[in-house]
């Protein structure tokens, strides 16, 4: 039994590892230069589906209370900078009001493989809230890896006003490759210890019925 818990022990932690090894992040620019809304643009996923964790994204203003809206449509953006009904709702999330980068973990949402995929990134509190993005050139609109590539893009006035062309979104996407979410760390934590406390439970209580059947009979 103690080899068994062992074993489980060992198989929970290279589990760990090997979701972790799996995250990954793609950065455009945190260069600001111009600001609004949001901004729209697309993003070409290569061989694996990339399930999207949490985004960093480049607070210009801030005042009350505010969330982040992250919508998405199959293909490319372009011709629905207007069309609230091309796009999906996939995530509302509670900012800090805080000016400057911040990480917000969106609800998880996929990027399928071997697709364009429009992405709209939103304050919705469009009176007291702005993002910062730049001004695009040309040369600083397009961001690769070796998973995905993204095409920068526009800015918005939320929710689908004005539109500012062209714009690069400031910001990182992290995301996972393939389709399941790393589990959160004290996920992992708790799962492990309660392997650990069932794997004992089960050893204590095989030696104490061991220890019945081999303890010596006292009938006559």
């Known amino acids: ?12 932690s290279f589990a760990t590892l090997s979701l972790t090894a799996n995250a990954a992040i793609i950065t455009t620019t945190f ?3 111009n600001q609004l809304s949001g901004n729209m643009f697309d993003a070409t996923v290569f061989a694996n589906p990339l399930t999207v964790t949490s985004l960093t994204v480049n607070v210009a203003d801030a005042m009350g209370a505010s969330d982040l809206e992250v919508y998405t449509k199959p293909g490319s953006y372009l011709g629905f900078e207007t069309n609230p009904a091309a796009w999906t709702l996939v995530s509302t999330t509670s900012l800090l009001e805080a000016t400057g980068p911040q990480v917000v973990d969106v609800t998880d949402f996929v990027l399928p493989a071997g697709a364009v995929t429009g992405i709209y990134i939103t304050v919705n509190n469009a009176a007291a809230w702005n993002l910062s993005y730049t001004n695009g050139n040309g040369s600083n609109q397009t961001y690769t890896n070796s998973d995905l590539q993204l095409d920068l893009g526009v800015g918005k006035l939320y929710p689908f006003s004005i539109t500012r062309n062209p714009r690069v979104w400031n910001g990182s996407i992290q995301y996972n490759i393939g389709v399941a979410a790393i589990p959160e760390a004290s996920s992992v934590v708790m799962s492990g210890l309660g392997i650990t406390a069932i794997g004992a439970l089960i050893y204590n209580r095989r030696r104490k019925e061991t220890a019945r059947v081999e303890k010596p009979s006292n009938e006559a």
């Open 31 to 33: 260069s600001g230069g």
């Open 1 to 12: 039994m103690r080899a068994a818990l062992k074993t489980t022990i060992l198989t929970l």
